[in-house]
């Protein structure tokens, strides 16, 4: 049987997978970092997962690389790797390099994000280039989960109330995009994971939704499922970073979605791949069925937001 190592296990995407891998019933490893560089008040608390006994901890501590060991390495196959932003470089050479002493570890999957290859460069977009390039040189299988802006970003957006109207403001313009429900991106790394022959080794996915919207039409499909009068409106990239970070994130996480938000005002993540259906065998989740899955989130988030105005 397949070892698997998922770090991160309490990032988004790393909870579904985990969820997913033992739904599987396969017996895989999570290492935990100490801190949540983007969001510091996250509590680090394990989720209970459908199937505990199928889980093993590893003790990597990315804000301290001496913790990552050939020790911990030895008898892990695959490495789905999620790397804090704020030192991606550094914890990649790390788990490389001990990786690199064992007699295990033969694939690394590692989500990315679509548009990298893209010219002009962002920031963003040259941390992942450079991740990607370490993970390439290493003489390691590799698959780059290169994904669109996350549906879910959508639940956590600064609602702001007049008396008619809830609105949310976002620095994209008119641009269109082909969000993806995370969800989907989980279950292909799983998938992936899961798969025993070497048909995703070497390989680029770029990981999207099926539909190209904008926010006007997110907006409009928000007010008819969540029978609310939602309204997106247009801000400046000066506008989001004040509000980004007067939301809690920190600066590296704010420039981040700075960057992320850029690429899409530029048309530069309208591309629809066939990733999903490829990989999974169904369509990618629809933002319709998104947002109606998540009905009460969405409920919940907005009341809380108006409680607090």
Known sequence: MTSILVTNPNGRVG???????????????ISLRSTNCFFPSTS??????????????????????????QHKLEGIEKIF?????FNALDATKKIVAEAQKTKSVKHIVKLSDMGIELSPSTYRG????????????????????????FMQNFIELPYKYTVNEKIFYLPLEKARASFVDLRDVAEV???????QSNRHYDM????????????????????TILSEPIKYVNIS???AKTELIKA??????????LDFYRVIREGRMRQISNVVESILGRNPISFEIFVRDHLELFKNEIELKANSQ
């Open 237 to 239: 990239e000066k506008t």
């Open 81 to 85: 790797m999620i790397i804090p932003y």
């Open 44 to 69: 680090q608390k394990v989720e209970t997962f459908s199937n505990p006994g199928l889980i093993n901890f590893v003790d990597m501590d990315y804000n301290n690389l001496e913790s990552i060991t």
């Open 204 to 223: 680029v996915y770029d990981i999207t939704g099926g539909q190209r919207l904008n926010c006007s039409e997110v907006a409009d499909i928000l007010k």
């Open 126 to 149: 040259m941390i992942h280039k450079k991740v990607e390039k370490i993970i390439k040189d290493s003489g390691f299988h590799y698959t780059f989960l290169r994904s669109n802006y």
């Open 248 to 257: 809690g994130l920190q600066l590296e996480f704010a420039a981040y979605l």
């Open 15 to 29: 909870k579904k997978l985990v969820k997913i891998l033992s739904l599987y019933g396969k017996k895989f490893y």
């Open 189 to 195: 790394a799983a998938r992936i994971l899961h798969d």
